[in-house]
C-alpha cells in the first residue's frame, strides 16, 4: 500500500512537472511584458529548436534600453543572458534569466542590472490583439502616388551609417527601426507603438555589402508564424528605402501591405531616444 | 532756374534708376554647379533689414550659415556666419550683392581657412517653385503655379493620435536635423542650428532648389511649445513675401506642426490654416553629411 501512495505520489508529481517538461516553442515565442514602477519591461523571443534569441527593452522606443538575450529552451523552462551594450558594441553588463511559462504567463527570474540585483517578474502576452493584416485599397480606389524617387544615389554602407535609429509613419503607430552594435555584428528591433509586444519584431541576419543592406524581420507569433521578412535596404540622404519580402510565407496574398516598400527616416541617435 | 531744377530732376531720376527694390534681391539664388561649386543664399527682406541662409549642400545641415545685413541702394552687404554646433561663430564671409539683368552679382571674402576673395554669378532656379494645393506665387512675378491635390486619394487619413504626452523643450532637444512631408527627392528637412544664444534654422526639400526652401527664424520656447517662422520670400500661396508662422510639439521624436500664415486671415480659434504633419528626429548634423561619415 505504501508502495502504491509512493507510486500515486510520484505520478502526481510527473503530472505537475509535465507542463514543464511539455513547454514547446509556441508557447515561448514572441512578446512578453509586465510593468514595473510604470515602465513596461518585455521580451522578444525567437526561438529555433532549443535555441533562443531575441531583444530585452525597457521604454522601448527609448532605444538605450534596447539589449539582447540569447539562450536556451529545455524540458524545463528558459535560460538565457541579456546583454546590455554601449554605443559602441561592447558590453555594459549581462543579465542571467530563467523562466517558465504556466498557465499563460512567464515567470522569469533573474540577477543584473548594473547593481546586480535579483529580480522576478510575472509577464503576459499583450492584452491587445495584434493588427489585422491589411490588403491594399482595391484598385481605382485612390491615384497611385507618385513612383519613388531616391533623393540620392544609394551611399556605401557601414555598420556606423546605419546603427541607429530609424523612423517611420506618425502618431501613436509610428515605427522604430533599432539598429545598434552588439559586439562586431549589427542586431535590433522593430517596434510601434513600442508598449505593445504584438507591434514589435526582432531584427537580426545583418549584412552589409556595399551600398546594399540586408537584415531579417523575424515574425516569431500570429498567422504564419514563425516566419522572416526577408528586408533589402539602400541609404541615401538620410532615408532607408526598404524592400520587403517575406520568405517561407506561402499564405501571404500578393498585394498585401507585406510585400511593399517602405521608407525609413533617420538615423536618430539611440540618446535622442533616451526617457522622457 | 532752369539750370536749377534740371539737376534736381537728373538727381531724382537717378535714385529712380538705382534705389535698389527688395523684390529683386529676396529669396533664393544658387550658383552654377559647374562653374562655381554649389553656394545657395536665401534672403528675407523688410525694409532695409535682410537675414537669411548660406548653405553649399543644403541637405547637409553643417554646411548651413546665418545671413545678417542690410539693403541699399546699390543692393545688398551683408555677412555670413558659420557656426560650431554649441552656436559659436567658426568664421565669417563679408559680401555685397548687386542685382543686374536678372542676376545676382556676389563678391566677397571667405573667412574659412584658406577661404579669400570670391565672385559668383548667381541665378533663380529655372525650375520655379513645388506644386501645392494651392496656387503658388513666384519672384520674379509671373503666373503661378497651377495647383495640384497631393494624392491622398478618396480616403480620409486616420485621425492623428500623439505617440505621447508632448514634452517639456529646451533649445538642446529641437536642435538637429528634423525630416517629414513624404519620402524619396522631395523630403524636407527642417535644420535647427545653435547660433549665438538663440535658435535659427532653415527647411528645405528638395535641397538643391532655392524654390523649395526657406530661412527658419524667431524661435521661442514656451513650456512644450515651440514658436518659429517660415520666411517665405520669393514663393509660396497669396502675396510675397510672407511668414508661415509655426506652432510645434515634440513627443517621442516626432516633431508636430501646424502653421498659419500671416498673409492670410487667422481662422477661428482652436483652428489652424494647416492642420499638421510630423517630422521625424532630431538627426544630429553630422548625420546628415553627405556619405554619412
Redesign the interface.
Known amino acids: 500500500m505504501k508502495m502504491l501512495m509512493m507510486l500515486a505520489a510520484l505520478t502526481a508529481t510527473l503530472w505537475l512537472t509535465r507542463p514543464a517538461a511539455a513547454l514547446n516553442a509556441s508557447e515561448v515565442r514572441g512578446g512578453w511584458e509586465t510593468t514595473l514602477n510604470g515602465v513596461e519591461h518585455i521580451y522578444q523571443f525567437k526561438v529555433r529548436g532549443d535555441r533562443i534569441s531575441g531583444i530585452a527593452c525597457g521604454d522601448c522606443?527609448d532605444a538605450t534600453t534596447l539589449a539582447f538575450l540569447d539562450g536556451t529552451l529545455g524540458p524545463y523552462g528558459l535560460s538565457f543572458v541579456v546583454t546590455h551594450v554601449r554605443d559602441d558594441g561592447g558590453t555594459a553588463y549581462q543579465d542571467h534569466v530563467t523562466g517558465m511559462v504556466d498557465h499563460g504567463e512567464l515567470t522569469v527570474k533573474g540577477t543584473g542590472g548594473p547593481g546586480g540585483g535579483a529580480f522576478t517578474w510575472t509577464m503576459h502576452k499583450d492584452q491587445l490583439p495584434p493588427m489585422p493584416r491589411m490588403a491594399r485599397?482595391p484598385a481605382g480606389?485612390?491615384?497611385?502616388?507618385?513612383p519613388?524617387?531616391?533623393?540620392?544615389p544609394w551611399?556605401?554602407l557601414?555598420d556606423?551609417?546605419v546603427a541607429?535609429?530609424w523612423?517611420?509613419g506618425?502618431?501613436?503607430?509610428?515605427q522604430?527601426f533599432i539598429i545598434r552594435k552588439v559586439g562586431d555584428q549589427l542586431l535590433g528591433m522593430l517596434c510601434g507603438?513600442c508598449n505593445r509586444t504584438y507591434f514589435m519584431e526582432i531584427l537580426d541576419d545583418f549584412a552589409i555589402r556595399g551600398d546594399t543592406l540586408t537584415f531579417n524581420v523575424l515574425h516569431e507569433e500570429g498567422r504564419d508564424a514563425p516566419y522572416y521578412n526577408r528586408v533589402t535596404a539602400h541609404?541615401a540622404?538620410?532615408?532607408m528605402?526598404l524592400a520587403v519580402v517575406p520568405t517561407g510565407l506561402n499564405a501571404a496574398p500578393l498585394g498585401t501591405l507585406q510585400h511593399a516598400d517602405m521608407?525609413l527616416?533617420?538615423?536618430?541617435?539611440l540618446a535622442?531616444?533616451a526617457a522622457? | 532756374m532752369k539750370k536749377i531744377l534740371m539737376p534736381l530732376a537728373m538727381l531724382a531720376f537717378a535714385h529712380l534708376a538705382f534705389a535698389a527694390d527688395a523684390n529683386d534681391y529676396r529669396g533664393g539664388w544658387e550658383t552654377d554647379v559647374a562653374t562655381s561649386g554649389s553656394h545657395i543664399y536665401d534672403f528675407s527682406i523688410r525694409g532695409d533689414q535682410v537675414r537669411g541662409i548660406y548653405c553649399a549642400i543644403c541637405n547637409d545641415a553643417t554646411t548651413l550659415a546665418f545671413v545678417d545685413g542690410k539693403l541699399g541702394d546699390n543692393g545688398l552687404t551683408f555677412v555670413v556666419t558659420h557656426v560650431r554646433d554649441d552656436g559659436s561663430t567658426t568664421y565669417r564671409d563679408h559680401a555685397t550683392a548687386r542685382f543686374d539683368h536678372g542676376q545676382l552679382v556676389v563678391q566677397g571674402t571667405s573667412g574659412a581657412p584658406g577661404g579669400g576673395k570670391f565672385e559668383w554669378t548667381m541665378h533663380k532656379d529655372p525650375r520655379g517653385p513645388a506644386p501645392l494645393p494651392v496656387p503658388v506665387n513666384k519672384l520674379p512675378p509671373g503666373p503661378p503655379v497651377p495647383a495640384e491635390p497631393f494624392p491622398v486619394g478618396g480616403r480620409r487619413p486616420p485621425p492623428y493620435i500623439q505617440p505621447g504626452p508632448w514634452e517639456q523643450l529646451t533649445p538642446a532637444k529641437v536642435v538637429g536635423v528634423w525630416l517629414g512631408f513624404g519620402a524619396g527627392i522631395d523630403k524636407q528637412f527642417f535644420i535647427i542650428r545653435r547660433f549665438g544664444n538663440r535658435l535659427r534654422g532653415m527647411v528645405c526639400g528638395r535641397c538643391d532648389n532655392p524654390y523649395t526652401m526657406a530661412a527658419l527664424d524667431d524661435f521661442r520656447i514656451d513650456g512644450d511649445t515651440l514658436h518659429f517662422n517660415i520666411l517665405h520670400e520669393d514663393w509660396g500661396p497669396g502675396s510675397l513675401p510672407f511668414h508661415n508662422q509655426v506652432t510645434a510639439h515634440v513627443s517621442q521624436n516626432e516633431m508636430r506642426i501646424t502653421t498659419q500664415p500671416d498673409n492670410r486671415a487667422p481662422p477661428p480659434p482652436g483652428r489652424a490654416v494647416f492642420g499638421g504633419t510630423s517630422l521625424m528626429g532630431p538627426v544630429s548634423l553630422e548625420a546628415t553629411r553627405r556619405g554619412g561619415e
Open positions: 522606443e485599397a480606389a485612390r491615384p497611385a502616388p507618385p519613388y524617387q531616391a533623393p540620392g551611399e556605401q557601414s556606423s551609417r541607429g535609429v523612423l517611420t506618425a502618431g501613436t503607430f509610428k522604430f507603438p541609404v540622404r538620410n532615408e528605402r521608407t527616416l533617420g538615423p536618430v541617435s535622442a531616444t522622457r
